[in-house]
């Protein structure tokens, strides 16, 4: 990969999905910081005591810091909440630029529970979530990006054979130590959207939309904090979440997005192979 300039992001329309906390939240915020318009979505509105985070804490950061933003309550698995999202986008900014499809179903039992315990719903939502949301907010913002000269769709994935370029794909691990990584729903999920991304990109980019996974790691989110300590393990190689989101902000701002369109990457990988800092540097490109 060799770096590419770094357009100016400023009035960009951005919409975030799963905004009030980890790689969403922090995102956002640096989107923000290079003069973004932020359309943040979650379910949490207000303080719940099982998870961090709000969307309304996500807004007065980025109020605080002077970005134009709005916020809106989305259930992704709803998809009348989904076309909500994008009109109020549409209504408040006039368009949209960059989608981020962030938001997994990670919360609660689903995440521990083991094939024979998955119930149908359980899986179901899953998808719901991680793969029938992306691609509806995908049509929904097609129209729309095209109309002003092209966009960005950013996919956050999850670790995939293809993301290590390896020829075969690789043995999947059960566990690391204590904590289970056998979670069938949702790698079965993300492993989905990948491909949808790959194999939508050639349509989209005749419509000068790039479409691009990026795998962020391990990530020290919240959820992986309170994961971890539960289990008891060594946090050591959790990535900061800094990483994944100073990539979506490279993805969203290169000057040649279609050299990227239709692959997955790993955010620590080509952070260190592009020679990105994980500042905010300002725009390179006008």
């Known amino acids: 990969m060799r770096r590419q300039d770094e357009l100016d992001l400023t009035g960009k329309v ?3 999905t799963g905004a009030s906390r980890g790689v969403g939240r922090q995102a956002a915020q640096a989107f923000a910081r290079r003069g973004a318009n932020l359309v943040l979505a ?3 509105v207000e303080p719940d005591r099982s998870l961090p985070g709000t969307l309304n804490e996500t807004l007065r950061d980025l109020e605080n810091l002077g970005a134009s933003a709005i916020a809106v309550q989305t259930d992704l698995a709803d998809e009348a909440d989904l076309g909500r999202l994008v009109d109020a986008a549409v209504e408040r900014f006039g368009g949209v630029d960059v989608l981020v499809n962030n938001a997994a179903a990670t919360a609660g039992e689903i995440w521990s529970k083991r094939f024979l315990e998955l119930t149908r719903d359980d899986w179901l939502y899953q998808f719901a979530v991680n793969v029938h949301a992306p691609f509806t907010l995908m049509q929904l913002v097609t129209p729309i990006m095209e109309s002003r000269g092209g966009g960005r769709i950013l996919n956050l994935s999850t670790g995939s054979g293809e993301v290590f370029r390896q020829p075969e794909e690789l043995p999947k ?8 990584l056998a979670v069938p729903g949702y790698y079965s999920s993300k492993r989905a959207l990948d491909r949808l991304g790959n194999v939508l990109a ?4 005749r419509r000068r939309i790039a479409v691009i996974g990026l795998h962020p790691g391990l990530v020290a989110t919240e959820l992986v904090a309170i994961r971890v300590r539960e289990a008891g393990l060594d ?4 990535v900061p979440m800094a990483v994944p989101a100073r990539m979506l902000t490279y993805f969203a701002s290169c000057a040649d997005p279609m050299e990227y369109t239709g692959r997955l990457f790993w955010a620590e990988r080509e952070l260190a192979e ?3 800092d994980l500042g905010d540097r300002p725009a390179v490109t006008t």
């Open 14 to 16: 951005v919409i975030i």
């Open 42 to 44: 979650a379910r949490t």
């Open 173 to 180: 691990l059960e566990n690391i130590g204590e904590f289970s």
């Open 202 to 205: 050639p349509e989209l980019a």
């Open 235 to 238: 946090d050591s190689v959790a």
């Open 274 to 276: 592009l020679g990105l």
